[in-house]
């Protein structure tokens, strides 16, 4: 069975059609869509190919539009937008079945000095002080609802070391509107830093939805909860390496209107701020699947 970090650089490694157009793929995992970081990975692997090496991904905004079907390819398609002396802008659409599914705009910039601040991080457990995947699955799994506990069990190409796992020992109590993950993958990656970029473009989109979720007690595992990402906003500040541990600081200041807006500061284990993130997602309550077959 192919290593899940390998097959995570596998669908990243788009293949070239033609002049800004590039074909991804899907990992086969019985997904009946597909998962949202993949297509933010993959759009962003296809900008970064038409862009000059010098200049580095800085921020990127992304808007999803229908499912993405994991049985058939994606096409990426990339608008050169601009070309500047010291910012480049691109814009890409993922296509499916002759229609857009996903977009997204990204700006690189060439690195020089400035004014230099960023907010501390918080002040939590650092990750070998948390019950590693194997203790969560012995501890923690069989408290867990069983659609949660399927996602524990998969084979997964970045580990989370959660700070506060209790919340998967409180199903349905209503919690302070925040989550701090420790993530990184769950092997070691190629030294190419536009590799950890996009892999952590991946990541981001894994606990950001279920964060807006925190305040009601509730998880996107739900089956009466219609869960989907909507958009997607992702800012690079500095070097990182997604294979050492990243704090993802993530709270929700707002839900309603069955959407639920989250944030997310991502840090070093020293401390330096690398990365911000900014999503809203569709968190629709559904009564009528409660009863729905699994």
Sequence with gaps: MENPVDEVLDILDLEPLERNLFRGRSPK??????????????????????????????????????PGDPQVPIIYEVDRIRDGRSFTTRRVVAIQHGEAIFSMSASFHTPEPGLAYHLPMPDVPMPEDLPNEDELRANFLPAMPHPMRTYYERARPIELRPVEYQRYQQSGTPMAPRFNVWIRTTRRLPDDPAIHRCVLAYASDMTLLDTSLIPHGRTVFERDIQGASLDHALWFHGPFRADEWLLYAQDTPFSGGARGFSRGLIYTREGALVASVAQEGLIRPRPDLAGAAA
């Design 29 to 66: 995992v019985g997904w009946q869509r597909v998962f949202g970081g993949q297509v933010i990975g993959q759009a962003l692997v296809a900008v970064s190919r038409t862009v000059d090496p010098g200049r580095d991904i800085h921020s990127l905004h992304g808007y999803f539009m229908r």
